[in-house]
């Protein structure tokens, strides 16, 4: 292809398609989103979004934001105007959201009501829900081919599994306490999980629904993200103030690194260079280099910032 005939291509991207990955922070106790630029690691801007943001995803497109607001909506969010489209309401506590791979639904927790509502984003409304066995639902994972969904049952120390397809849980995985964050290896065999007041990360394989490992962890293990290539998962350690470095090979911690006060959720660059960190109580984001295990920063945001959200 010629290079003029390239110009025309790239001139009718949109502009965020060619810039560094940005990072959304939504901070709770202030009740924005902090933006993030993940190239010079500065926060770019701070938008209002509703009280008490916490579950955040973006969509495949980088067109909309979707963020779990208090005390009972899912605030649909346009990124190019930075402004506020609806809030589709869910009922009591809605926590943890997901995004399926094809944008077509995102899953969010609803705690108190002990269910996840699927909602269509080409009409923002929730298409069905699904009623789980598990007390207090927490954190929705979609897997990769974004055919089922597993989600953390806060006080049933169980993760129950979802098939989108059908609408019904199908299986259910007992796990130690409180389990959170959950996240996949690339191809979708092995899920981990997470538990907070077990201080232990769950492997479990999701041919047959069956723990293979138990990875003693930090102190209040919470916040889960895998490693674009699949050879690392990171885990949060709420009392530790630390993030450990599992080696998904052997399952086995091989780095433990600092971070700020009650580090939550996290996400990582498309390129696995770079995770962010939310610290809940240093109103802060730690930036870690995945080469080094290292951190090499940290950013100033709102208070008490809950996760973050990378896009591309």
């Known amino acids: 292809m010629c290079k003029l005939a390239l110009f025309g291509v790239f001139a009718l991207l949109p502009v965020f398609a060619l810039a560094a990955p940005t990072a959304y922070v939504p901070n709770e106790g202030s009740g924005t989103i902090s933006v993030i630029n993940t190239k010079s690691d500065e926060v770019l801007a701070s938008f209002p979004v509703g009280d008490r943001p916490r579950g955040t995803v973006v969509s495949p497109d980088g067109r909309r934001l979707y963020v779990t607001t208090q005390p009972n909506g899912l605030t649909v969010v346009d990124l190019q105007q930075r402004k506020v489209i609806t809030t589709v309401k869910l009922g009591a506590s809605p926590e943890g959201n997901d995004i399926a791979p094809d944008g077509s639904l995102v899953a969010v927790a609803v705690e108190e009501a002990n269910r996840v509502a699927f909602i269509d984003t080409a009409t923002n409304k929730e298409a069905f829900s699904v009623k789980v066995t598990g007390k207090n639902p927490e954190h929705p994972a979609f897997s990769p081919d974004g055919k089922q969904v597993y989600v953390g049952a806060e006080d049933g120390d169980e993760v129950d599994i979802i098939d989108v397809a059908s609408h019904k849980q199908v299986a259910k995985v007992e796990v130690g306490k409180r389990p959170r964050g959950i996240d996949f290896t690339p191809d979708g065999k092995v899920a981990y999980v997470g538990c907070e007041l077990a201080s232990t990360v769950y492997a479990i394989d999701t041919a047959d629904h069956h723990v293979i490992a138990k990875i003693p962890g930090g102190k209040f293990s919470n916040g889960v993200e895998m490693r674009p290539d699949g050879k690392r ?30 580090p939550w959720n996290m996400a990582i660059t498309p390129d696995g260079g770079k995770l962010y960190v939310a610290n809940g109580r240093s109103d802060s984001v730690s930036v870690i280099d995945t080469a080094t295990n290292k951190k090499i920063k940290d950013i100033a945001v709102g208070k008490k910032p809950w996760g973050v959200a990378i896009h591309p």
Do not use: F, L
Request: overall charge positive.
């Open 233 to 262: 998962v990171y885990i949060s350690n709420g009392k530790d103030y630390t993030v450990s470095v599992i080696d998904t090979a052997t399952n086995k911690i091989i780095a433990t690194i600092p971070v700020g006060h009650r």
